[in-house]
C-alpha cells in the first residue's frame, strides 16, 4: 500500500481552517476518509491519486462548518406543523392565523400556535382566553411566545390542565389572572408545564419530521453541529436522530442535551456526556436557573429562580459525580453567580459546565467562570438587542456587563455562539458573528468571533480533538461561498448563504 491519496482535493479557493493559521488563506485542502489529509499550497496535488476528485474552487472560500452550540432543533421542527404566529402584528391577526390553521386539524385535536412576540402587538400585551376561545372554539389551543417562557392557554386547555382560581403558582411560574383571581390564560416559566403535562405528545413520526425541517434550514446556514437544547426531557427525541443517523439521513451532527428530568435515568445508565458517535451524542443536563426577559434573577433583586441556588447545587454536585455536564440556562448575574457558586461547590472544574445565554455577566464574575473551567454559550445577536432594550429587560446599571465577550474571553472563558433557534428565528449566524465584531463596548475580533461559531462549539460539546477547524486530522465538515465573506466591503450578512456544505467530506447542501 503506498501513501494515502485524497478522495477529494479542493484546489484554487481562499480557505481558511481557523486553526494555528487563523485568517490566513490556503489555496489547497485534500480529504481522505471524512477528515482533512492535508491544507496548503500547490504542493497539496501530490496527494492525487487515480480515484481522486478534483474541484477547482476559482477563488470561492471555504470556512469550517458552522457549530450553533444551542437551538431548539426538535422545538422548531415542531413549530412547523403548529399555526405560525411570527411577526403577528396584533390580536386580531393572531386569531385570524389561529382559525385559519384550526380548519386544518382533526376534531378535538390540540392546537398549537407560536412566534409571537407581544411588544410586536399593537395591543402590547398577550391576548387573552376568551380572545382565543373565539378563534378556536372548544378546541383546546395553547400558544408559545417567542423566546420560550410564556405561552397563553384557552379556556379548554386551562380546563384539561384543571387550572382554576384556587390553583397556586407553581415553584418558579406564575399563572396570570384577572382583577378577580380567575385564570386570564397566560402562563410564565415554570407554569407553562401544568399545561405542557396534559398536552398530547407528538409522535416520534412527528418528531422526527420536525427534526427534518429544522436540519433542512440549518444546514442551509452552513450549520454542520448542533447543540440540540430541550425545555424538557423525552427518551423521544435521541430517538429521532438515531433514527435519521441509522437511514443515513441526518446532515448534520447533533449534541442532544438531556433536560434535568433525565439526569437520575442518565446517571443509572451510565451516559456521560458525549456518549454516542461523531453524529449522534449526548450532551450537557439542562437546568434553567432563572427566567426570560424581565424575569432573570439579577443581584439587584426580583426575578424568577426556576431551580434554587440550593436545589442548583444539589443537581451541579450529582452531575459531576455522574460524568455529566450541566448546561445552565442564566441570564442574570445572580444566576450566574449561583451556577458559580454550585460549580465550585461540587469541584466540577473539569466538566466545562456551560453558562447559557450568561447575559448579564459583571467583571467580577468573569475571572470566576474562568476559574472554574466553564464555558459561556451566548447568542451574539443578544448583545444587540439587550443593549437597545436593556432599560425594559434588563434592570442593569452598568450596560457594558452585557453580553460582554471580550471581558469573558480575556478572563479565559471559551465563548460558545449559538443561535437559541427559535428564539432567534433564522438561525444564520453572520448577522451574529457580524455583530459581535462590531460591538462598541465588548467587541472581539473576526477571527474570535468565527472561532466562538466553530471550535468554541466544539470545545463545549468536549469534541475540539476532531472537529472545530480544518487543520489535518480534523474532520472535513466545511462549507464553500461563492465570494469571500471577509473579503467583501458591502456584503449583506443577513443574506449570506454558502453555496456548498460537506459533512465529513461528503456534499450534504448546495453544490460545488
Ligand atoms: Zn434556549
Known amino acids: 500500500m503506498g501513501p494515502v491519496k485524497a478522495d477529494l482535493i479542493l484546489a484554487r479557493g481562499r480557505i481558511r481552517t481557523l486553526g494555528r493559521a487563523g485568517l490566513n488563506p490556503h489555496t489547497h485542502l485534500a480529504i481522505a476518509a471524512g477528515k482533512v489529509l492535508a491544507c496548503g499550497e500547490r504542493e497539496v496535488m501530490n496527494l492525487r491519486g487515480p480515484r481522486t476528485r478534483v474541484v477547482d474552487l476559482g477563488g470561492s472560500a471555504v470556512l469550517p462548518g458552522f457549530n450553533d452550540a444551542h437551538a431548539h432543533v426538535v422545538y422548531y421542527g415542531l413549530t ?8 403577528a402584528r396584533g390580536i386580531d391577526d393572531v386569531l385570524e392565523r389561529l382559525k385559519e ?7 378535538g385535536e390540540w392546537q398549537q400556535g407560536m412566534g409571537y412576540r407581544t411588544d410586536e402587538l399593537t395591543e402590547r400585551r398577550q391576548p387573552h382566553r376568551t380572545e382565543l376561545d373565539r378563534a378556536t372554539g372548544d378546541r383546546p389551543a395553547f400558544i408559545d411566545e417567542r423566546g420560550g417562557h410564556a405561552r397563553v ?7 384539561a390542565a384543571g387550572i382554576t382560581s384556587d390553583t397556586a403558582n407553581p415553584h418558579g411560574g406564575r399563572i396570570g389572572r384577572d382583577l378577580n383571581g380567575s385564570p386570564n390564560g397566560l402562563l410564565l416559566e415554570a407554569a407553562m408545564r401544568m399545561v405542557a403535562d396534559v398536552q398530547p405528545l407528538p409522535s416520534l413520526r412527528r418528531r422526527i419530521a420536525g427534526v427534518l ?9 452552513g450549520i454542520t453541529s448542533v447543540g440540540a437544547a430541550v425545555n424538557r426531557g423525552f427518551a423521544d427525541d435521541l430517538r429521532a436522530f438515531e433514527a435519521l443517523a441509522r437511514d443515513r439521513l441526518l446532515r448534520m451532527r447533533v449534541n442532544e442535551f438531556l433536560s434535568w428530568e433525565l439526569l437520575e435515568a ?12 461523531d453524529l449522534v451524542r449526548a450532551g450537557p443536563i439542562k437546568v434553567f436557573v432563572d427566567g426570560g426577559a424581565e424575569r432573570v434573577a439579577t443581584r439587584a433583586g426580583g426575578g424568577v429562580w426556576r431551580t434554587t441556588p440550593a436545589e442548583l447545587r444539589e443537581l451541579v454536585a450529582r452531575a459531576t459525580v455522574a460524568g455529566l455536564q450541566v448546561a445552565a440556562h442564566a441570564i442574570g448575574d445572580a444566576a450566574i453567580e449561583a451556577m458559580c457558586d454550585a460549580v465550585e461547590a461540587a469541584g466540577g472544574e473539569l466538566m466545562r459546565h456551560r453558562v447559557e445565554h450568561c447575559t448579564i455577566c459583571p467583571p467580577d464574575l468573569q475571572p470566576r467562570l474562568g476559574k472554574l473551567g466553564m464555558v459561556a454559550v451566548m447568542q451574539p445577536t443578544a448583545a444587540r438587542f439587550g443593549r437597545v432594550a436593556s432599560t425594559i429587560f434588563f434592570p442593569v446599571r452598568d450596560r457594558t456587563h452585557l453580553a460582554p465577550h471580550r471581558g469573558l474571553m480575556r478572563a479565559g472563558v471559551p465563548l ?15 448577522p451574529g458573528i457580524r455583530v459581535a465584531v462590531d460591538d462598541q463596548v465588548n467587541g472581539i475580533s473576526m477571527l474570535a468571533a468565527l472561532r466562538a461559531y466553530t471550535s468554541g462549539g466544539a470545545y463545549a460539546s468536549f469534541e475540539e480533538q476532531w472537529k472545530g477547524t480544518l487543520e489535518p486530522g480534523m474532520l472535513a465538515d466545511m ?9 467583501e466591503d458591502n456584503v449583506n450578512w443577513e443574506q449570506l448563504r ?7 467530506g461528503v456534499k450534504v447542501f448546495g453544490s460545488f
Do not use: C, M
Open 213 to 221: 425541517k429544522a436540519q433542512d434550514l440549518l444546514v442551509s446556514r
Open 101 to 107: 390553521h384550526g380548519a386544518t386539524l382533526k376534531p
Open 80 to 87: 412547523r406543523f403548529a399555526a405560525d404566529l411570527s411577526g
Open 266 to 277: 442518565a446517571s443509572h445508565l451510565g451516559v456521560r456526556s458525549g456518549f454516542g458517535g
Open 153 to 159: 392557554a384557552n379556556s379548554a386547555a386551562l380546563a
Open 479 to 487: 462549507q464553500i461561498y461563492k465570494a469571500d465573506p471577509l473579503g
Open 416 to 430: 460558545a455562539f449559538s443561535s437559541d433557534l427559535p428564539v432567534t428565528p433564522d438561525p444564520n449566524p453572520w
Open 498 to 504: 454558502p453555496r456548498a456544505v460537506l459533512l465529513g
